[in-house]
């Protein structure tokens, strides 16, 4: 059975720092591209990270150089470390596995399996 499960969402103040985590099953962890995505009130869902199966990274524009996601192969677990956070930051959070064509990276129907999701808000 194929989990994802998320920890590390929370409140945090403009300027903050905070870091998910999404622990994977073994299977799905070893063959799939991980992304996390956000989804804020009345939009989309939307890409930010993705870590594919040989560690090479991508990034939305609109996080890159403040969001890292990396991965931990004995922990089966993969993490988003969020820096400089920002009010409009604020959404739902969720981890994702897939095996993502290239160009779709951050196309959420590119991704088989979804985490529960975390909310994280960042107040002014």
């Known amino acids: 059975q194929v989990q994802l499960v998320e920890s590390g969402g929370g409140s945090v103040q403009a300027g903050g720092s905070l870091r998910l985590s999404c622990a994977v099953s073994?299977?799905?962890?070893?063959?799939?591209?991980m992304a996390w995505f956000r989804q804020a009130p009345g939009k989309q869902r939307e890409g930010m990270a993705v870590?594919?199966?040989?560690?090479?990274?991508s990034y939305a524009y609109s996080v890159k150089g403040r969001f890292t996601i990396s991965k931990d192969n004995r922990k089966n677990t993969v993490y988003l470390q969020m820096n400089s956070l920002k009010p409009e930051d604020t959404a739902m959070y969720y981890c994702?596995?897939?095996?993502?064509?290239?160009?779709?990276?951050?196309?959420?129907?590119?991704?088989?399996?979804w985490g529960q999701g975390n909310q994280v808000t960042v107040s002014s």
């Open positions: 994702a596995a897939g095996s993502p064509r290239q160009g779709w990276l951050f196309s959420s129907y590119e991704y088989n399996y």
């Open positions: 073994r299977y799905t962890y070893s063959r799939s591209s």
């Open positions: 870590i594919a199966t040989d560690s090479s990274t």
